[in-house]
T-cell receptor, first 113, second 113 residues
């Protein structure tokens, strides 16, 4: 998983609850990103960061917040979970000098009831 | 803007037969193209990438893909399917910055013994 760790692996929330999905890497990669994977829709980019203090929106940012206070960590926050956010979430990194390829963490499976 | 379309959400082949998974792209800039594989309950693994160095790209596990600009295609092939190839396959495209990846909806490959 290219040195990318994600916690937790599984999570069940009730509608309206908040939580933070954690993503960490220890190889000093500047670029990190979050995707959600839904059946029949592939992976869609939520937010990404090109370095500490810099974040930007992807295709589906609504309902999610991110921050990047350190190079190592890129947490994804759900402030008020909704059933539509039931999904598998993947964090990814892009190594320096790579031809834009991204490498993915093992994922977090989130269910919102 | 970039996008990819994967034709066929499910493909079945017999063990030993040719595997052909189709991907067409749309890009306003010279694209970087990728194929990823996802085994059940796992993250995504990079199979191969096109970076304009060569139109025929060889990847891991005997897979290869050919970039055809005139057809805006990047189809994935393998001469002889193996049972272990059963998985979901995703085509993806990024632009020159690599900050935003766009994935296809995926093709589930079944290998029949």
């Amino acid at each position: 998983n290219a040195g990318v760790t994600q916690t937790p692996k599984f999570q069940v929330l009730k509608t309206g609850q908040s939580m933070t999905l954690q993503c960490a890497q220890d190889m000093n990669h500047e670029y990190m990103s979050w995707y959600r994977q839904d059946p029949g829709m592939g992976l869609r980019l939520i937010h990404y960061s090109v370095g500490a203090g810099i974040t930007d929106q992807g295709e589906v940012p609504n309902g999610y917040n991110v921050s990047r206070s350190t190079t190592e960590d890129f947490p994804l926050r759900l402030l008020s979970a909704a059933p539509s956010q039931t999904s598998v979430y993947f964090c990814a990194i892009r190594p320096r000098g790579a031809y834009n390829e991204q490498f993915f963490g093992p994922g977090t499976r989130l269910t919102v009831l | 803007a970039q996008s990819v379309t994967q034709l066929g959400s499910h493909v079945s082949v017999s063990e030993g037969a040719l595997v052909l998974l189709r991907c067409n792209y749309s890009s306003s800039v010279p694209p970087y193209l990728f194929w990823y594989v996802q085994y059940p309950n796992q993250g995504l693994q990079l199979l191969l990438k096109y970076t304009s160095a060569a139109t025929l790209v060889k990847g891991i596990n005997g897979f290869e893909a050919e970039f055809k600009k005139s057809e805006t295609s990047f189809h994935l092939t393998k001469p002889s399917a193996h049972m272990s190839d059963a998985a979901e396959y995703f085509c993806a495209v990024s632009g020159d910055t690599g900050n935003q990846f766009y994935f296809g909806t995926g093709t589930s490959l079944t290998v029949i013994p």
